[in-house]
């Protein structure tokens, strides 16, 4: 079985800048003008999951809330904090969550549509 998680978004360009450029994952290929929608995927070259942003002429007004977040897990405790730090580098600050359990237990941030993201230490 694979996983993908598909979300519309209104700016491609920064969706690529955010989920390759700094949190750095794999730009696994783009699609465009595929019944009127153009696209892009993010995750690890290998892994059996990736992220799909698109757009179309249909441009929904997205409202996350404080409840609709990803999380990265890392096993790597040290690039772990090299994530964070990279991304409060590109003066991207964190946010308070919600749940607190994130707060303990990694670090949340949002992307340039307004959804969070946390990363955080995998227990396993």
Do not use: C
């Not at 690890?44 to 997205?62: C, I, Q, R, V, Y």
């Not at 999380?71 to 991304?87: H, N, S």
């Amino acid at each position: 079985m694979k996983f993908r998680a598909a979300r519309h978004t209104n700016d491609l360009q920064a969706i690529y800048e955010f989920y390759h450029d700094i949190l750095g994952l794999d730009f696994l290929g783009q699609f465009k003008e595929h019944e009127s929608y153009n696209g892009m995927f993010f995750g690890k070259e290998g892994e059996n999951w990736h992220l799909e942003f698109t757009t179309s002429s249909d441009a929904p007004d997205h409202h996350p809330d404080e409840d609709d977040i990803w999380v990265f897990y890392f096993t790597d405790e040290q690039l772990l904090q090299e994530k964070i730090k990279a991304i409060v580098n590109q003066g991207i600050p964190k946010v308070t969550s919600k749940n607190p359990y994130w707060d303990r237990h990694g670090a949340t941030f949002l992307d340039p549509d307004g959804f969070r993201i946390v990363l955080a230490l995998s227990k396993s």
